[in-house]
T-cell receptor, first 112, second 114 residues
Framework: EDKVVQSPLSLVVHEGDTVTLNCSYE??????LLWYKQEKKAPTFLFML????IEKKSGRLSSILDKKELFSILNITATQTGDSAIYLC????????????FGTGTRLTVIP | NAGVTQTPKFRVLKTGQSMTLLCAQD?????MYWYRQDPGMGLRLIHY???????AKGEVPDGYNVSRLKKQNFLLGLESAAPSQTSVYFC?????????????FGQGTRLTVV
């Protein structure tokens, strides 16, 4: 059975801290791994990873994929209160009815 | 640039009532999806469409029907609502199912069935 597991489920940090969010997966016909940020409403796209070992970076956020060990991490440095959100990991597959498998998300709370 | 628009944003239904959720996208995307999001369950795919006039079942299709009469619109119908269908529903669209492109999401519809 295809599955995507995120950890931790929730995290509370102080502004300025660095956090690492984890996503492990077991799927057939892996195509890509995506990270989304969900604040109050729609998930918004952060990164798409398809190759192992190549870091994607956007400002204070970065992510990397390990296709051998089947996991990805999302790092956020110098956290700000605006980073408070649910971070969703999704794995795209090439075949089957469900082409994006989502994890349950990590709820990050950044306190001043 | 509106992106993906869902209507309505909120709705309360009585058990047994029917309703239709509308999703519209203006990005000329071929693929459209309906997800539901429940606490502790993540986003789960209900139905999807790979093009105008086509639909297919996702992970949790029971109790829902869909139609894609126009490329830009994807409708989700509940014929006889049940309390188990209380959820937040998200529509999404993407350019291609097989290419490495991300899905764009609407703002969500919060549905409560009492």
């Amino acid at each position: 059975e295809d599955k995507v597991v995120q950890s931790p489920l929730s995290l509370v940090v102080h502004e300025g801290d660095t956090v690492t969010l984890n996503c492990s997966y077991e799927v057939t016909n892996f195509r890509s791994l995506l990270w989304y940020k969900q604040e109050k409403k729609a998930p918004t796209f952060l990164f798409m990873l398809t190759s192992s070992g190549i870091e994607k970076k956007s400002g204070r956020l970065s992510s990397i994929l390990d296709k051998k060990e089947l996991f990805s991490i999302l790092n956020i440095t110098a956290t700000q209160t605006g980073d408070s959100a649910i971070y969703l990991c999704a794995v795209g597959v090439l075949t089957g009815a469900n082409n994006l498998f989502f994890g349950t998300g990590t709820r990050l709370t950044v306190i001043p | 640039n509106a992106g993906v628009t869902q209507t309505p944003k909120f709705r309360v239904l009585k058990t047994g009532q029917s309703m239709t959720l509308l999703c519209a996208q203006d990005m000329n995307h071929e693929y459209m999806y309906w997800y539901r999001q429940d606490p502790g369950m993540g986003l789960r795919l209900i139905h999807y469409s790979v093009g105008e006039g086509t639909t297919a079942k996702g992970e949790v299709p029971d109790g829902y029907n869909v139609s894609r009469l126009k490329k830009q619109n994807f409708l989700l119908g509940l014929e006889s609502a049940a309390p188990s269908q209380t959820s937040v529903y998200f529509c999404a669209s993407s350019y291609s199912r097989t290419l490495n492109t991300e899905a764009f999401f609407g703002q969500g519809t919060r549905l409560t069935v009492v």
